[in-house]
């Protein structure tokens, strides 16, 4: 009984590190998909494809933990809160990882770099993910409610850029200019990462409810 306690506790403190962790590689691999579209860093993007397989046994050996501690540890308040909280946003940003792989891939196969003006709206809303993604983890690690309410502030920006990719794009299309080829590639990118803000959004969610037990505005169960 008190080695089984022994290692509750252990997964219990270690669910931190495994967010953080977790969300770390997400950052890195946003980032990297910038470089991939900006630059034209082609090893960048393979840096992502080939680590998915990797984060995703790590997404799913936390997840599995997760589902463990609440099915046979039966953990109770604040306890219940950090796993239930870590495994829904550990969920989230493996969607965001995801959606950071289909981009890598998209990178190598079609020139997204084209015209640059395009380019830069995508890498800015790349550098935008990676920062909303960075603050929603801050605020999961330290409880900072203000951090994660930022995130919410920041999706306008994010809405914004997506708006501008979608309204340029068109433009150029009718105007009978490159990049017709590769225009459903473009848009579809600009919606990964208009997307990734929604579950950046998500993770900021479950940050207030670890901190607060407050979700959305509403304490869980009422």
Known sequence: MVTTRSAYI??????DGHVSVIGQAVVEDIRNTALAIGQGNRAAAQEVADGHDAFE???????DTCMSLMLLQQ?????????????????????IDEMAYETALLSMEVDLGTPKEVADLLVAMA????????????????????????VFVEDDTMDNLYEQVRTRV???????EEPASVAPEILSVAKYYERMGDHAQSVSDWSIFRATGSYRGRTMGE
């Not at 909280?85 to 940003?93: Q, Y």
């Open 127 to 150: 550098d935008n993910a990676a920062k909303m993604v960075m603050q929603a983890v801050e605020s999961f690690g330290s409880g900072d409610v203000s951090v994660a309410e930022n």
């Open 75 to 95: 953990p109770m308040a604040s306890d219940l809160r950090l796993v239930t909280a870590s495994f829904r946003a550990i969920s989230d940003l493996a969607r």
């Open 10 to 15: 252990k997964q219990i403190d270690q669910l």
């Open 170 to 176: 068109v433009d150029l299309l009718k105007a009978g």
């Open 57 to 63: 046994r790590l997404h799913r050996n936390v997840e």
